[in-house]
């Protein structure tokens, strides 16, 4: 048996030239776009990873979409990769069909895609201009869109919410975007399938930095989350979880180290962190 680790992607393990906070000189490119690198680890994570696709069955779990995903050249083995919030998964890089019939079934359930956008478009449109984005559709799935909440007029989140959960959705505003999320899809949903396939394992370790991340933390035996991003501007916290002592581009690092030490003690040994540090 083996551990499993999910870990979300974007400012957990990678990050951009906005969310590193260094200086980019020495770190390692793990994402290029017509040929400029945009995204990045260090050189010492990068290692780390390897090394965690080794010791361990690493499943990424991303809101990127399959396309933004496979942009990646993640260091380390996976052969599964949950991506557009779980409403993809990816096996040796190939979408899983059977996984992805059972996320239409329980998307019917609920209001459809062109419901909701139409409602969110509604709103948006009454805002002054400046304070959200185009509505962009992720793999017909989910809904993302660029917002400034600091400039959100009062209530207007709230209404927005509430419009959501009547049609059986979640609104997740963050730090710069907004996501509208139907009922049954999210990341822990398709890391708790890759479980029932691989079989019996020794534990359940996770890592993320935001809303969009939490179920999977609550999930997990043990997980850590960077001191940094929205979880941590929110102050979120819980008995399992620990928080980086660094953040920006080290916390990545800080947090590879310590899910390979945990997965190298074993599955009856303390956690990867005892809480937020003091």
Known sequence: MTVLVAT??????????????????????????????????TRRAAELLTALGDAATWV??????REQFQRLRLPGAHRWAV???????????????????DVRRRLARVASLDEVAAGLDRRIAVLPVGIAGPVRRAEDL????RLDPARVPDGWGDELAAFAADR???????????????????????????????????GLL??????LDTDLLLAADAAIRPAHGELHALGWHAPHVAVTRVSGVGAGEEIAARLLERVRRGPRRPPCGSGPPS
């Open 8 to 41: 979300d992607l974007d400012r957990t393990l990678v990050y951009s030239r906005r969310s590193a906070g260094v200086d980019l000189a020495g770190l390692h490119a793990v994402e290029h776009r017509e040929g400029v690198a945009t995204t990045w680890t």
């Open 60 to 65: 990424p779990a991303t809101t990127r979409t």
């Open 83 to 101: 991506c557009a919030h779980g409403g993809v998964l990816l096996d040796d890089g190939v979408p899983d069909a059977a996984w992805a019939g």
């Open 142 to 145: 989910f809904l993302v869109a």
């Open 168 to 202: 059986g959705w979640e609104a997740l505003p963050g730090e710069r975007k907004l996501h509208l999320v139907p009922a049954g899809l999210s990341k822990v949903a398709a890391v708790t399938e890759v479980r029932r396939r691989c079989g019996p394992d020794d």
């Open 206 to 211: 996770a890592a993320g930095d935001s809303r």
